[in-house]
């Protein structure tokens, strides 16, 4: 809508910024794919090394972690 009103009124930047706003759209998606395939794999260590954590996580939640 601002971008719309400005162009009606003198600027000539519009199509530069749907380009780069294009651009970070798709550069967002790619990082919020890779920021879940992340997340995925934390959660296969984290249950894989449960076990071994138990006595760290006990030491760490009578310290109030």
Same mark, same amino acid.
């Given at each position: ?10 600027? =000539?930047?519009? /199509? ?8 970070? +759209? $798709?550069? *967002?998606?790619?990082?919020? !794919? ?7 794999? =934390?959660?296969? /260590? ?8 138990? +006595? $760290?996580? *006990?030491?760490?939640?009578? !310290?109030?972690?």
């Amino acid at each position: 809508v601002i971008g719309d009103l400005a162009t009606a009124v003198g600027w =000539k930047h519009q /199509a530069l910024v749907q380009r780069l706003e294009a651009a970070r +759209k $798709v550069q *967002a998606a790619d990082f919020y !794919a890779r920021k879940k395939e992340k997340m995925v794999l =934390k959660k296969k /260590a984290e249950e894989a090394a449960a076990s071994e954590l138990s +006595k $760290v996580n *006990a030491i760490l939640e009578s !310290a109030g972690y």
